[in-house]
């Protein structure tokens, strides 16, 4: 089967947001591979390292959420 890697790495990043903690860190629990793609795609920093997390660039943090919203919100208002 062959994979839309593209659209693996905006689910990836958007999944990343449900992470955030200390305003611009994450968990980085996700493949590698997809990793390393939104790293050399600037949203986030280095994987690599001992770390558990990882740090969203400016625009990473806005397109994680923006991403988050547009994938998996939900459009049914709650009461």
Same mark, same amino acid.
């Given at each position: 089967?062959?994979?839309?890697?593209?659209?693996?790495?905006?689910?990836?990043?958007?999944?990343?947001?449900?992470?955030?903690?200390?305003?611009?860190?994450?968990?980085?629990?996700?493949?590698?591979?997809?990793?390393? #793609? &939104?790293?050399?795609?600037? !949203?986030? /920093?280095?994987?690599?390292? +001992?770390?558990?997390?990882?740090?969203?660039?400016?625009?990473?943090?806005?397109?994680?959420? #923006? &991403?988050?919203?547009?994938? !998996?919100? /939900?459009?049914?208002?709650? +009461?």
């Amino acid at each position: 089967m062959k994979l839309d890697l593209d659209r693996i790495d905006q689910a990836v990043l958007a999944l990343l947001y449900l992470g955030l903690h200390d305003e611009v860190r994450t968990w980085k629990s996700f493949d590698w591979d997809a990793m390393s #793609r &939104l790293h050399e795609k600037g !949203f986030i /920093s280095n994987p690599v390292g +001992k770390t558990k997390s990882i740090v969203f660039t400016d625009e990473g943090l806005r397109e994680s959420e #923006r &991403l988050l919203q547009s994938l !998996f919100g /939900s459009s049914a208002q709650t +009461k």
